[in-house]
């Protein structure tokens, strides 16, 4: 591994030493002898320096033979490609022809041309092509693709356009000049739901989503969302779609959520396939987004692509905030913005925290599917977030028909769209583009001082090292606040505070009373907020804010309070907090969804996140034991409108995922699992056996599980769904998720030897050892034995799919929040992977980067 592992920086780029002007391939598939042919048309590149030599990348290729403008070349490979030296090569354009053997039943990676179930299919993102030839394999190379594919499979697939077909053949025809990641081919015996978009500039386009058979019945949601993320695009963004086809491919083994492939996005069929019995409303919710967000890409990412793989963000922050907007306006933005902000939190902030920290463009890379990353992902879709914050809905507007207009067809960069802001709010925006270089999450100071009817806010800033980064610049942080009267009335309605310096002070004069704060509205910027205030203050903006933001986090900065207090001295919540909970449970003028986010109680790792963030060594064991009692301690007192809330929030009728009834659905389940720890789950049993839908089988049985319980409906739900590979993968999971701590590894253990434990498909994988890494007491159970489960499971993954065990090594990463007892036990288990002799690179710049 080490000889490879040379780090890549963005300072080295340099543009291709040669352009392409069209790519033909001919595919002959077979499992071990794959034969692919492919003819290219290189051109010296006129912004290259001349005189370069062309490098092609190849892996894992058996040359068959070379030719160059029809005459045979004998060329001999290194480990990563070929180099061609310019005195070689014909002066002007020339056509390259190669071909290569693969062997895609033995790809375990998946990664490149692999196979699922007897279907072939192809993952080329980021790197994956050049395992299928010899080519400059970097997205600043974009080229027509026409594409040939022999095999006696019923469905053949590729990017573009049909372009012919026949019996043992299919052509295909992409016009639009692509990098080659997102190059596509599918090849299987698959049955498709079919139907029709027509644009706004009137093109009829055909939309398929290809499963195997038996799935057929699972594709409708999909099909809507893909529908209603066509239009969408057209109506916000005025973007609309450019071939006469657009396939979707439901793939079991897929190493990622999905694959904006031109015309044929490939998707982990956990994305795809619903149905109200397999699906919970939390899929359906997830199928939406993601079926959205790789729609989106055909713009922000396919027509405009990077320029290389630090400008990631480029596509994924804006085509992650552009299915944030999509989600927001087909459902509730207020919920879906407390969504965003836990799961950013949940997974951003606790990278920003630790070891992994890098900048939302990263500098330097060793593998670059190791910076497929929240930082890049969720806080590169904040930054856009602040940007439209800053320069307001309409100049956003037109900075987006800039970049669409000045950039269609190109590979750009962080530089070209903050230009593309910059001209079009005539607004300097070089403090804010360093958001993009400096890794950390700021820390925010807000100190209130009351004097003479006029409020004093000094809000300060500070962001601490992180790798390589010791010292740190202000940022520009849009804090949007709003004043709210002793009584719970608006006083002052929100206004952005530009804070650019490590400390300013800004004043509100002439006020009646001394009014309550509400500060960073809308989770207006990627912070931590630190912000001194009495619960009965919080108490005030839970209960009447007119930000459902705000309202949401004076409730969980409640709840995190208590539950520090809980953890640290062993305190008991006191009555104002339990009322404030009572009357947002039943409180029928808020949306049930936002009642339900309110009831969850702050996690295990984000009480362990915030408690190290004070200060304190967090210790999961008492983290899990005040969480509990905290959770009896509530249901015991709010027994009677739980209940009553169960039975309101039922719904009636057939079984719909729309955003009223998921809400309704997550509050009564919600309610069914604190009720559990109080009346010994009898609600939640009774949910069990007449729920007609999997949100309702499912939550009933982990509020049952979650509560000490449910092995008889475990059991009953096995029966029920062992045939369901998808819905195994939930059987699996929750029984680690809701293991108790002092058996999670063993738990976690035994299901790695039931027979349906199906270790080569990440999704089953990530539900046993995936799930066991995110329950934090049965993790980190102080023996060491989860620690040992999954790091023996890490390198055995490694061996067959390294992408995929790199991933989930990131359950390691907050290793130094805790005692040194669990310190050296995880430093012990982490040295002794990275010791594995066959390590792959990926797994080694991980493992690397976690020990430091
Ligand atoms: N671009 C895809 C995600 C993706 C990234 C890498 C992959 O393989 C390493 C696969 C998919 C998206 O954002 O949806
Ligand atoms: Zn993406």
């Given amino acids: 591994m080490r000889d490879t592992a040379q780090p ?21 598939l077979a499992p071990r002898t794959t034969r692919v042919i492919s003819r290219i048309r290189f051109a010296p590149n006129p912004a290259a320096m001349p005189g370069q030599p062309l490098r092609l990348d190849g892996e894992d290729l058996r040359l068959i033979s070379v030719s160059i403008d029809g005459v045979a070349q004998d060329v001999t490979p290194d480990a990563t490609g070929l180099t061609l030296d310019a005195a070689d090569l014909p002066d002007g354009p020339f056509t390259w022809q ?22 072939y299919c192809t993952q080329c993102e980021a790197e994956g092509f050049r395992k299928i030839t010899f080519y400059p394999d970097r997205p600043d190379v974009m080229a027509p693709f026409r594409v040939r594919i022999e095999s006696d499979l019923p469905v053949l697939l590729s990017n573009g356009n049909p372009a012919g077909a026949g019996k043992g053949w299919a052509e295909w025809n992409d016009p639009h000049p692509k990098p080659s990641y997102l190059f596509a081919l599918v090849a299987g015996d698959l049955v498709a739901t079919k139907d029709r978009f027509t644009t706004m500039d009137g093109r009829e386009v055909a939309l398929n989503i290809w499963v195997r058979k038996g799935d057929e019945g699972k594709t409708a949601y999909a099909m809507d969302a893909l529908k209603r993320s066509m239009l969408w695009d057209e109506q916000v963004y005025s973007r609309a779609y450019d071939l006469d086809i657009f396939n979707i491919v439901a793939v079991d083994d897929f190493n990622m959520g999905a694959m904006e492939n031109k015309g044929l996005n490939i998707f982990n069929s956990r994305y795809v396939l619903a149905s109200s019995a397999t699906a919970t409303d939390s899929d359906f919710a997830a199928i939406e987004r993601i079926i959205a967000h790789e729609y989106f890409h055909n713009w922000t990412g396919n027509r405009i692509t990077c320029r290389d793989w630090f400008q990631l963000s480029l596509k994924e922050g804006l085509t992650v905030f552009r299915d944030q907007q999509f989600m927001g306006d087909m459902r509730s933005h207020a919920v879906k913005r407390i969504e965003d902000v836990l799961t950013l939190r949940a997974r951003q902030f606790r990278e920003d925290a630790g070891p992994l920290a890098h900048p939302v463009r990263p500098e330097s890379y060793v593998e670059i599917n190791n910076f497929y990353t929240a930082t890049v992902y969720e806080k590169g879709a904040e930054l856009i977030r602040m940007l439209r914050l800053l320069v307001g809905e309409d100049r956003y507007a037109a900075a987006l ?13 962080i530089e070209d769209w903050i230009a593309v802001f910059a001209e079009a709010a005539g607004r300097d925006l070089s403090q804010f583009k360093r958001w993009y270089e400096q890794a950390g999450t700021p820390q925010v100071t807000l100190v209130e001082d009351w004097a003479d009817q006029t409020l004093t806010l000094t809000l300060r800033q500070h962001t601490s090292p992180t790798p390589g980064q010791p010292l740190k610049e202000p940022l520009l942080v849009p804090v949007a606040i709003g004043l709210v009267g002793p009584d719970g009335a608006e006083l002052l309605p929100t206004q952005v505070l530009e804070l650019d310096s490590p400390e300013q002070v800004f004043t509100f004069a002439d006020l009646p ?9 809308g989770f207006s910027a990627p912070v931590v907020l630190e912000h001194a205030q009495s619960s009965h203050e919080r108490a005030t903006l839970l209960g009447h804010d007119t930000d459902a933001f705000a309202r949401f986090e004076a409730g969980r900065n409640l709840a995190s309070d208590i539950l520090h207090a809980m953890v640290l001295e062993g305190a008991r919540p006191g009555p104002e907090y339990l009322e404030a909970m009572r009357l947002a449970l039943t409180d029928d003028t808020l949306d049930p969804a936002f009642r339900a986010l309110v009831l969850r109680l702050p996690g295990e790792d984000e009480l362990a996140q915030s408690l190290h963030a004070a200060g304190h060594t967090p210790d999961p064991d008492a983290i899990h034991a005040a969480r509990k009692r905290a959770l009896h301690i509530l249901a015991d007192a709010m027994a009677g409108d739980l209940s009553a809330v169960i039975d309101a929030m039922a719904t009636p009728g057939p079984y719909s995922p729309d955003a009223r009834d998921a809400g309704r659905r997550a509050l009564r389940l919600a309610a069914a699992a604190l009720l ?57 999971a929750a029984q680690v998720m809701f293991a108790n701590p002092a058996h999670a590894p063993e738990i976690a253990a035994e299901l790695t030897r039931h027979p349906a ?3 080569t498909n990440p999704n089953r994988f990530r539900s046993v050892i995936g799930v066991l890494g995110a329950h934090p007491a049965g993790f980190h159970r102080k023996d060491g034995a989860g620690y040992a489960l999954v790091a023996d499971w890490l390198i055995r993954l490694d061996g067959a799919n390294p992408q995929a065990a790199a991933r989930i090594s990131t359950v390691f990463e907050t290793w130094a929040r805790y005692d040194e007892t669990r310190q050296g036990l995880m430093r012990a288990e982490l040295t002794r992977v990275l010791e594995h002799p066959a390590l792959s690179r990926d797994m080694g710049e991980m493992v690397g980067r976690m020990l430091g």
């Fill in 8 to 28: 890549i920086y963005l300072a080295d780029y340099q543009p291709p030493a040669f352009l392409v002007e069209q790519v033909d391939l001919t595919f002959r």
């Fill in 98 to 119: 190669a071909e290569v053997e693969i062997a895609p039943e033995s790809n375990t990676a998946l990664d490149g041309l692999y196979m699922s179930n007897g279907m």
């Fill in 401 to 413: 028909d800039l970049y669409f207009a000045r950039h269609d067809g190109q590979a750009c960069t």
């Fill in 513 to 521: 009373a001394r009014p309550v704060v509400s500060a960073l509205r």
């Fill in 676 to 732: 559990a720890h109080a009346d010994g789950g009898a609600k939640a049993r009774t949910i069990f056996a007449q729920a007609d839908n999997m949100t309702e089988q499912f939550g009933a049985w982990t509020a049952l599980l979650a509560s000490g319980d449910g092995a008889e409906e475990g059991a009953q739900f096995h029966r029920q769904w062992q045939d369901d590979r998808l819905v195994m993968d939930k059987w699996f």
């Fill in 757 to 759: 434990f199906d270790w």
